[in-house]
Nanobody
Framework: VQLQASGGGLEQAGGSLRLSCAAS????????TGWFRQAPGKDREFVIA????????FYGDSVKGRFTISRDNAKNTVYLQMNNLKPEDTAVYYC????????????????????WGQGTLVTVSS
């Protein structure tokens, strides 16, 4: 599976951005798609995930109520809609997919994911 993330950029606090993650290859085997982020000098952080079975969404605590995730099956693309952005949302955002049967059981941890995109930078100014 190949992943192409896009949509990052510079936005003011309170604004919105939408990131895209386009998948190719064995897309029919994807059981969960997630977004993680990593700010300078910090560990990678779970943001949000969408489990294909039941279309269940999982949220990181810091983004609840502000970020949503959706999927366009026809385009094999997952979107991360980020609203009410804050300076602390500044980070490189990575999309990832899991294909294993247990990948969807622990969607908030990075080791559940098998393939990762290249990352896209989001900068939020105050």
């Amino acid at each position: 599976v190949q992943l192409q993330a896009s949509g990052g950029g510079l936005e003011q606090a309170g604004g919105s951005l939408r990131l895209s993650c386009a998948a190719s290859g064995r897309t029919g085997s994807i059981v969960v798609t997630g977004w993680f982020r990593q700010a300078p000098g910090k560990d990678r952080e779970f943001v949000i995930a969408l489990r294909r079975r039941g279309a269940t969404t999982f949220y990181g605590d810091s983004v609840k109520g502000r970020f949503t995730i959706s999927r366009d099956n026809a385009k094999n693309t997952v979107y991360l809609q980020m609203n009410n952005l804050k300076p602390e949302d500044t980070a490189v955002y990575y999309c990832a997919v899991g294909l294993r049967s247990d990948s969807s059981s622990y969607p908030t941890v990075a080791i559940s994911y098998d393939y990762w995109g290249q990352g896209t930078l989001v900068t939020v100014s105050s």
